[in-house]
């Protein structure tokens, strides 16, 4: 049963920098693309960043192109989102998605981590 474990959430200032790594385990199982969502409070979840796995490209949301980066190390099946220049607007509980197949059965998944909150004051 593959499943998604986030860390690196916390307490920043404003123009500080903030890590957040997911990593997935669990099973034998090949990743499509693994992304980050966020949700600030009393807003609806919205789309960060999107890692494709096979192709290696990557997507961003337009609030924060230039300043976030999301990479991969495929080995340790973990996808990070490098946070910097952070604004008191990216205040929100982030988010890791997963999506793929496992083997022993066959079946595709898409998965959600716990969530870690990143708070970023003013």
């Known amino acids: 049963q593959v499943q998604l474990v986030e860390s690196g959430g916390g307490l920043v200032q404003a123009g500080e920098s903030l890590r957040l790594s997911c990593a997935a385990s669990?099973?034998?199982?090949?990743?499509?693309?693994m992304a980050w969502f966020r949700q600030a409070p009393g807003k609806e979840r919205e789309f960060v960043a999107r890692?494709?796995?096979?192709?290696?490209?990557?997507t961003y949301a337009d609030s924060v192109k230039g300043r976030f980066t999301i990479s991969r190390d495929n080995a340790k099946n973990t996808v990070y989102l490098q946070m910097n220049r952070l604004i008191p607007e990216d205040t929100a509980v982030y988010y890791c998605?997963?999506?793929?197949?496992?083997?022993?059965?066959?079946?595709?998944?898409?998965?959600w981590g716990q969530g870690t909150l990143v708070t970023v004051s003013s």
């Open positions: 669990g099973g034998t199982f090949s990743i499509y693309a």
């Open positions: 890692f494709n796995w096979r192709s290696g490209s990557t």
């Open positions: 998605y997963a999506e793929g197949v496992q083997t022993g059965p066959v079946m595709s998944f898409e998965l």
